[in-house]
């Protein structure tokens, strides 16, 4: 099948099965799973104009309700922390796009800049993994109740939010997430991701939220800043006409499609998996994708 708007030609079954695939695992984690389709369609598709972070975006939109649905249905969106990373995200994601078509055109430079982000996104996960190796056998996700599954947020206010998961309290400041969200949101913008896949691991590993509670909010956020992030990048295709700007519609849904299922399966079994084995599952194909763009862009 051939993709006009990209300009490559591929079974439609390929994007669709790696979506479905890359989708079951990243969205445990709060992860759409963008950030490792972006560097496939790059690298095996050979889709490397601007409109592919757009396109990104697009696959977003589409496969992420599902798995949000399934967070919220279980009772395991903490909402404070969803809207302090939709809040601080959002401006981000426009100045972002606006980045990326102005400053990072040139695929090898992008390949770098992205290879770069990967690799700080690995390095956290790598740490939290290593930090949580000598976790007790007692709180194994295995030994929770149904009940120790759900968020019970006990404050919420502008300086502090505290909520109960499992039987531990944990709390974090709203200020500080619209500080980091709001760079993040920058970086995502240009990346094509909404900034989820950069935010879920800072929470778990830098301010440590349990990474149970905060994958619902992470994927939330992704989805409204890669609403806007569509939006604008569709703006932007009527002024930056030298460039193919505007998103792959047709090959965005199909991949969406696949994450749509594979969202919905993640985030239905999150709870039955352990998370350092999530995290190690993350970490392992970033830093894969990461190691291969730095080193590719010297070599």
């Not at 992420?64 to 922390?81: A, C, Q, T």
């Not at 990072?104 to 956290?124: A, H, Q, S």
Request: glycine letters at 12%; a positive charge; proline letters at 5%.
């Amino acid at each position: 099948m051939f993709f006009p708007i990209s300009g490559i030609e591929v079974n439609p079954l390929i994007p669709f099965v790696v979506a479905f695939v890359v989708s079951i695992f990243t969205s445990m984690a709060g992860v759409s799973g963008a950030f490792l389709l972006l560097p496939f369609q790059v690298s095996v598709l050979g889709f490397t104009a601007p409109s592919v972070s757009a396109t990104n975006q697009v696959f977003n939109i589409v496969a992420i309700p599902s798995g949000v649905y399934r967070y919220i249905r279980e009772g395991r969106m903490l909402w404070p922390l969803t809207w302090a990373v939709i809040i601080g995200t959002l401006p981000g994601v426009f100045i972002g796009a606006w980045v990326r078509i102005e400053f990072l055109p040139d695929p090898r430079n992008f390949k770098l800049f992205v290879g770069m982000i990967l690799l700080y996104i690995g390095f956290r996960l790598f740490m939290d993994v290593i930090k949580n190796k000598g976790q007790k056998k007692g709180s194994s996700t295995k030994h929770k109740t149904e009940e120790g599954h759900i968020v019970k947020l006990l404050e919420s206010t502008l300086r502090q939010v505290k909520f109960d998961y499992d039987g531990e309290t944990f709390q974090f400041s709203p200020l500080i997430v619209y500080v980091i969200c709001f760079l993040v949101g920058i970086i995502g913008g240009i990346y094509g991701i909404g900034g989820g896949s950069i935010v879920a691991p800072f929470f778990v590993a830098i301010i440590g939220l349990p990474v149970y509670t905060v994958a619902g909010a992470a994927l939330m956020g992704t989805f409204i800043t890669s609403v806007a992030g569509v939006i604008f990048y569709q703006y932007l295709s009527w002024v930056y006409t030298e460039f193919a700007v505007a998103p792959d519609w047709t090959l965005g849904v199909l991949f969406g499609l696949g994450g749509l299922l594979g969202m919905y399966l993640g985030a239905r079994t999150q709870k039955f998996v352990p998370a350092r084995i999530i995290k190690g599952i993350l970490c392992c194909c970033v830093l894969f994708v990461a190691v291969r763009y730095v080193v590719g862009f010297f070599t």
